[in-house]
């Protein structure tokens, strides 16, 4: 299995929109997204559970971030609205979560099995 494919990033003002896509071969039950800054420590900012489609939020991206999974496709997609320069990240696609039950955010993403290569996302005040 190959690692997930990212794409959709770019630069744009604050308060515009971005959808970032994920191509995966290797479709986990979880899948999610984590971003990391320049000095900052990596974060999840949005998992969804491919089966019920069940998902979970960073608590700053709540209400701004949405993710969704095309089953048919194997593609994860995560749609940002109201974006601001604190989103600024390279953000990743995520696969072959580290644990057992419900698809939840919390860990370091350090564990999980399959990253993709990333997509710089810049948002400029």
């Known amino acids: 299995q190959g690692e997930p494919v990212e794409s959709g990033g770019g630069s744009v003002q604050a308060g515009g929109s971005l959808t970032l896509s994920c191509a995966a071969s290797?479709?986990?039950?979880?899948m999610a997204w984590f971003r990391q800054a320049p000095g900052k420590q990596r974060e999840g900012v949005a998992i969804i559970s491919t089966g019920s489609g069940d998902a979970q939020y960073l608590d700053s991206v709540k209400g701004r971030f949405t993710i969704s999974r095309d089953n048919t496709k194997n593609m994860v997609y995560l749609q940002m609205n109201s974006l601001t320069p604190e989103d600024t990240a390279t953000y990743y696609c995520v696969a072959g979560q580290p644990f057992r039950g419900p698809c939840r955010l919390g860990d370091d993403g350090s564990s999980w099995k399959h990253w993709g290569q990333g997509t710089q996302v810049t948002v400029s005040s």
């Open positions: 290797a479709y986990t039950r979880c």
